[in-house]
């Protein structure tokens, strides 16, 4: 039961803690952790995404890999609670959602402002 990858992921997450999680596959962030940490250092750029609360994870895998056309190391998931809101004096409920950071393979990028 395969679904059109376009129907998995829902949006790209942009943070600041996801901006720095993408700089880590960069040769300048590789130069700092040589220097920090040592050689044999392997770092790779991560992505996160909002998909569907049903996606698996290899149906994230296929899917980042089929729209953006790069190899995917590995998808870890986590299931996320909605936030209480007031609206006025009422207590209100934002829905569920389901989180997916993809680790992408060694000098793989991907360009999430490529149109703008």
Known sequence: MSRPAHQILIRPLITEKTSALQMEGTDIESRYLERVRG??????????????????????????????????????TMNMRGKKRRMGRHLGRKPHWKKAVVELGEGEMIDLFEEV
């Open 39 to 76: 050689r044999g250092v392997e770092a790779r750029a991560k992505f996160s995404f909002e998909v569907v609360p049903d996606a698996t994870k290899i149906e994230i895998r296929h899917a980042v890999e089929q729209l953006f056309e790069v190899k995917v190391a590995s998808v870890r």
